[in-house]
């Protein structure tokens, strides 16, 4: 199962709410034995353990009403699980009649795309590396939030892939231009191939203000398909630039 850091981290904060005694009991029960007695360690069991956490996500989604019970706090309970349910469906899981379903071929061995893309980007030379994980960061929280704005979680997609290609380019000729020129200097300086130009400008011209959504999409099937086609470009542009910067070609 493919969950990203923010949905562990989500997956902890509802999970915190129980005692730690049902916590420990629950984690033995699918081989994550543990002994929690702070949030941290309840972090840490979901994250470093290698058993995968799937049977305890089916079970936690299939008995939500008896963990309700169990909290004195039914906002907070409900503020967390609403939170943990958008979480899932970033990574590619919804949840039907108390079941959790994949949306997505799981293919294993391939680790979360945003989770890769996110130390792609901490370990390059680009300067403006922080802005481009708090638009993606800001991308999640307009999709997540107890009113979504679907325009917001695609248009800080787009400024993502905009300021990589944008810094990149600054850094190849010094000169600090719009999307498009950039894009297209990137080109002409050999960065990219012209397929490769191509795909990424038809890509973000799709998922563009004013675009149309697919016919049998709803706004939050598309924002989610629409923000995870741009992260996979910002990851395949990033990964291009380290690759070239560790091979000294660039």
């Given amino acids: 199962m493919l969950l990203t850091n923010r949905t562990k981290i989500s997956l902890t904060q509802y999970l915190d709410l129980q005692e730690y005694q049902y916590l ?3 984690f033995e029960k699918y081989s994550l034995y543990s002994n929690c007695i702070n ?23 299939l008995t939500r009403q008896a963990l309700k019970e169990n909290v004195k706090s039914k906002t907070s309970f409900n503020e ?21 379903i994949s949306i997505e071929p799981i293919i294993d061995g391939i680790i979360a795309i945003e989770d890769e893309l ?12 922080n802005d481009i994980i708090k638009f993606i960061n800001e991308s999640a929280e307009a999709f997540k939030q107890l009113t979504p704005d679907y325009n917001q979680c695609l248009s800080k997609a787009r400024l993502s892939v ?5 810094n990149i380019a600054t850094e190849i000729d010094s000169v600090n231009d719009n999307w498009g020129k950039s894009l297209g200097k990137l080109y002409t300086d050999g960065f990219f191939e012209k397929k490769e130009e191509e795909s990424i400008s038809a890509t973000y011209t799709f998922i563009s203000d004013g675009s149309h959504i697919p016919l049998g999409f709803t ?4 924002a989610r398909y629409a923000r995870n ?22």
Wanted: hydrophobic letters at 35%; aromatic letters at 8%.
């Fill in 80 to 100: 967390r699980w609403d939170d943990l349910v958008k979480c899932l469906l970033l990574d590619g899981y919804n949840i039907e009649n108390n079941s959790l």
């Fill in 118 to 129: 996110n130390n792609q980007i901490i370990s390059s030379s680009l300067t403006q590396k």
């Fill in 229 to 250: 086609l741009i992260l996979s470009v910002c990851y395949y542009i990033i990964k291009k630039y380290n690759n070239l910067n560790n091979s000294d070609l660039f």
């Fill in 39 to 61: 949030i941290k360690d309840v972090k840490d069991t979901l994250t470093n353990s290698s058993s995968d956490i799937s049977l305890l996500i089916s079970e936690i989604v």
């Fill in 24 to 26: 420990n009991l629950l």
């Fill in 162 to 166: 905009e300021t990589i290609v944008r």
């Fill in 219 to 222: 706004n939050e099937e598309y």
